[in-house]
């Protein structure tokens, strides 16, 4: 545990000369970013889909933890599908606030209501707090305003400095045109973090990442931008209109808005294959909160249910023994060819059989006692959820996007796809949701190396 005073700077703060000497070598977003981002300074790294956000969030971790003075990075999220996709927790139970203020309360009166409360949750997140030196939120569009605000507050309450955050560095990562906060209702509009006065306090550094990685067609490219800002027509409405297929192959990913689709198809197509069902159970231990949060967040199902011939999707990396090269990697496809006690035997797109062993799982990697959940990482792959597929990269799908109504919905979908060729609609859309708010926001901020 750290003893120094918080009535001092945490943060070896570099000089701004040391800074442009960083910066002066190659002026790219990436580059900026990092050393921005390494200098103590707080940190918007944002970007279209598939322009390496998670990657260089990932690189940035990993120098803090070797670098002249490392420094302990709490990595958070504003929904348990996504905290798991980065291997953190909920911003919400990091900082043992529950589920926030409610409406119309003021940051103290909950902060004082948060004190009173004996659970052990709560006073295990305001350690956290104290004790954080640098707090990561990933996916930062899904964190309403009206959080990130008491966030901010709760940061400065308890670890006793009157500045942003307490003093704590932030490095915030996502994009605004991608899925929005979470609201309660449909009648709420949409609070966005960056509306938030804590926003504006923390004076973070924007880096746009423009260089787009997943896809290389230029032509899909330019379509994809298009269609993230809702303008779809002209040359762009007819590249995506030429896509529309009534009957694609039955094998290909298909991508949903609602679980009741998913579902349905999955269980027709695993119906469809001859031989028997083998269901494959998660072994799970410890508090059942606990349980029930890995059960309902992770992408792998608690129940799996395969046979031979069943295409499934990784739902973890695995590298080699010893080595960087990966076995199989979180999206990757495959198909079933046994099954086993011990083992699934899947043979993956690239022509390898692996044998999958199970996985295991905790809610907490800091605390030996808290829950398991050990499964084969796999999951039919016959149809998934958008907001599931979020943060994977699909060789094709098939997509039905008619039925998506939040902002950003859609371009999440849409931007999964490698290339072209492998885009599929199931019907012409008659428009896309996006959100003015955001679009007015990326407006004001500066791109390039001067940001």
């Not at 606030?97 to 997140?125: C, K, T, V």
């Not at 197509?269 to 410890?286: K, N």
């Not at 606990?290 to 059960?295: K, V």
Request: hydrophobic share 40%; proline share 6%.
């Amino acid at each position: 545990m750290h003893s120094e005073s918080l009535s001092e700077p945490l943060l070896p703060m570099m000089s701004d000369a040391d800074y442009e000497k960083l910066t002066d070598a190659v002026l790219t977003p990436e580059n900026l970013f990092h050393a921005s981002a390494q200098a103590g300074r707080n940190c918007f790294l944002t970007g279209a889909g598939g322009t390496g956000k998670s990657t260089q969030l990932r690189e940035f971790i990993a120098d803090l933890a070797v670098g002249h003075h490392p420094r302990r990075v709490s990595v958070t999220a504003p929904t348990g599908v996504a905290a798991l996709n980065v291997g953190g927790m909920t911003i919400h139970r990091f900082c043992g606030m529950l589920i926030g203020p409610a409406a119309g309360q003021s940051n103290e009166d909950y902060f004082n209501q948060l004190q009173r409360d004996p659970r052990r949750s709560i006073l295990a997140g305001f350690n956290r707090v104290r004790r954080c030196e640098v707090l990561v939120i990933d996916e930062i569009s899904m964190l309403p305003g009206r959080q990130f605000e008491f966030v901010e507050f709760l940061f400065r309450r308890l670890r006793g400095r009157d500045v942003p955050f307490g003093g704590c560095q932030v490095i915030a990562t996502g994009d605004f045109l991608q899925l929005p906060p979470v609201r309660k209702s449909e009648t709420e509009r949409y609070d966005w973090a960056f509306q938030s006065p804590a926003w504006a306090a923390a004076e973070f550094r924007t880096f746009v990442l423009e260089k787009v990685r997943r896809q290389d067609e230029s032509v899909f490219v330019r379509a994809l931008a298009d269609f993230r800002i809702g303008r779809v027509w002209g040359d762009t409405a007819r590249i995506l209109q030429a896509r529309v297929r009534s009957n694609p192959p039955a094998a290909m990913t298909r991508l949903f808005t609602h679980n009741v689709q998913v579902d349905k198809w999955n269980h027709f197509q695993l119906s469809d294959l001859p031989g028997d069902e083998s269901v494959l159970e998660a072994m799970q231990t410890g508090p059942d909160h606990q349980r029930e949060y890995l059960t309902k967040n992770l992408l792998t199902p608690e129940i799996l249910q395969v046979k031979p011939g069943a295409l499934v999707m990784f739902t973890v990396n695995r590298a080699a023994p010893g080595g960087n090269d990966p076995i199989y990697v979180n999206g990757q496809l495959g198909t079933v060819l046994e099954v086993r006690p011990d083992s699934v035997l899947v043979k993956a797109k690239t022509g390898a059989e692996i044998y999958v062993e199970r996985f295991t799982w905790r809610y907490d990697q800091q605390d030996d006692d808290s829950a398991t959940f050990s499964q084969f990482p796999l999951r039919l792959a016959w149809a998934m959820t958008i907001h599931k597929a979020q943060g994977l990269t699909l060789d094709s799908a098939f997509l039905d996007i008619r039925a998506a109504r939040e902002p950003g919905q859609a371009y999440v979908a849409v931007s999964r796809v490698r290339s072209l060729a492998g885009l599929n609609f199931k019907e012409w859309f008659k428009g896309v949701h996006v959100s003015p708010e955001a679009i007015e926001f990326y407006k004001c901020v500066p791109h390039g190396p001067t940001n």
